[in-house]
């Protein structure tokens, strides 16, 4: 694939292969996706069935048969349990640890309860940055996503979970964007840019008429691969035939169906393909800037007749909509992306023949500093903005002002 790098005046073709970041796990240093595949003893096989598992090295069906001892299957029965290697009748015997080993006693024998598991043992020498361990070489030293860094570092800055190198002294990350002390630029890694005209992506810079950013990685358009995102994880995955996203997965449609970014180990001719993902709140500035939109946050969500229905409380209306403070929102359960009660997000609003309509847009925000951000980076007046609210609570935000809004 091909990502795009640019200094503000002209942007450069660069090409860099992402092989072991594409899919969600590794097989013997190898990537696989465990939605349509499975990793037995170092070997990646293809699922027949989502409810695939290994047994050694053989496959089978859990809905259908048992594994026993890791590497005897067996056909599952009403009452048949597996103890090491043996199978046994629940209603006549039982599994004993006896002599450092399971055997099948007779149900009236005294069966020794099995030896518990060792506790973990963790040293405050080791410090585990998203599953990989580095040995702390201070009581400063932090994580940053699977990087690592010390709080004493110079030009170096932590900004949602990226690590940020060579960046300006006195720079700040507020709302996963990082200001430098002009305020009205941005910094990305080391460069600043116009964000009227430019994104950032994991500290490289990008046209969005070329590339979009997902998670972390750029993802070149018209390329072969997909970007599948949830609220908490961003993936690229290879296109495939009969292959959709649910969330961050990228499931086989033979093996699964989807719903509501939720999958469902029930193939369905009639499965809903979700229509679009939500994407983080910088990714959409500045396209957003100049629609009708609001921040609101989700208070109730009641599902029926295949409709979410949802009561949305406005946080902050934008461009002077005429809402008011509660909204009820119906959404297509399946095809809509998942959302969580009491979250707060930014929808879009559209007119429909009359009828109002509402699409959440953005992944949570954070109501402080994700709004103030936005308004900041669209050139908004918030104070404007805030004068239309009904007002419920004080607020203090970054600035040194105050404003009452609803929560």
């Known amino acids: 694939m091909s990502i795009y790098n640019a200094n503000p005046n002209y942007f450069n073709l660069l090409t860099v292969t992402y092989i072991f970041q594409l899919e969600t796990d590794y097989c013997n240093s190898l990537p696989y996706n465990p939605v349509n595949q499975i990793c037995c003893n170092g070997t990646i096989q293809t699922r027949s069935s989502a409810h695939t598992?290994?047994?050694?090295?053989?496959?089978?069906?859990?809905?259908?048969?048992?594994?026993?001892?890791?590497?005897?299957?067996?056909?599952?029965?009403?009452?048949?349990?597996?103890?090491?290697?043996?199978?046994?009748?629940?209603?006549?015997?039982?599994?004993?640890?006896?002599?450092?080993?399971?055997?099948?006693?007779?149900?009236?024998?005294?069966?020794?309860?099995?030896?518990?598991?060792?506790?973990?043992?963790?040293?405050?020498e080791y410090i585990s940055c998203s599953g990989i361990n580095y040995k702390r070489e201070s009581g400063l030293t932090q994580c940053c996503g699977k990087n690592l860094y010390s709080l004493s570092d110079v030009n170096v800055l932590c900004c949602n979970g990226i690590l940020h190198l060579n960046v300006p002294e006195q720079s700040e990350c507020v709302g996963g964007l990082i200001y430098t002390q002009k305020q009205l630029k941005m910094s990305c890694g080391s460069q600043i840019y116009d964000h009227h005209k430019q994104r950032c992506c994991s500290g490289d810079l990008y046209n969005t008429t070329k590339a979009e950013c997902c998670g972390n990685l750029l993802l070149e358009h018209n390329s072969n691969k997909i970007c599948c995102s949830s609220s908490t994880h961003a993936m690229l995955h290879n296109t495939k035939p009969n292959h959709f996203c649910c969330g961050h997965y990228y499931y086989n449609a033979s093996l699964w169906s989807c719903c509501a970014e939720h999958l469902k180990p029930t193939p369905s001719h009639n499965s809903f393909h979700p229509e679009y993902r939500l994407k983080p709140l910088t990714d959409l500035i500045p396209d957003i800037c100049h629609k009708t939109v609001l921040f609101g946050k989700v208070e109730s969500v009641v599902l029926q007749n295949n409709q979410r229905h949802i009561v949305v409380r406005v946080i902050v209306k934008v461009s002077g909509i005429s809402e008011g403070p509660l909204l009820y929102v119906i959404l297509d359960h399946c095809s809509s992306p998942a959302l969580e009660n009491g979250m707060t997000y930014l929808w879009e609003t559209n007119n429909n023949n009359n009828n109002r309509e509402y699409k959440p847009l953005s992944i949570p925000v954070e109501v402080t500093t994700d709004i103030h951000m936005f308004f900041t980076a669209c050139n908004l007046n918030l104070m404007k903005a805030l004068s239309v609210n009904t007002c419920s609570q004080m607020l203090r935000i970054q600035g040194g002002f105050s404003y009452q809004g609803n929560f």
């Open 53 to 124: 598992a290994c047994c050694g090295q053989d496959l089978y069906i859990t809905t259908t048969q048992a594994c026993c001892g890791g590497n005897t299957t067996l056909e599952l029965k009403e009452d048949l349990s597996c103890c090491g290697s043996k199978s046994f009748n629940r209603m006549t015997h039982c599994c004993c640890f006896k002599n450092n080993t399971l055997e099948v006693n007779h149900k009236d024998e005294k069966c020794c309860p099995t030896p518990p598991k060792e506790a973990e043992l963790k040293s405050p």
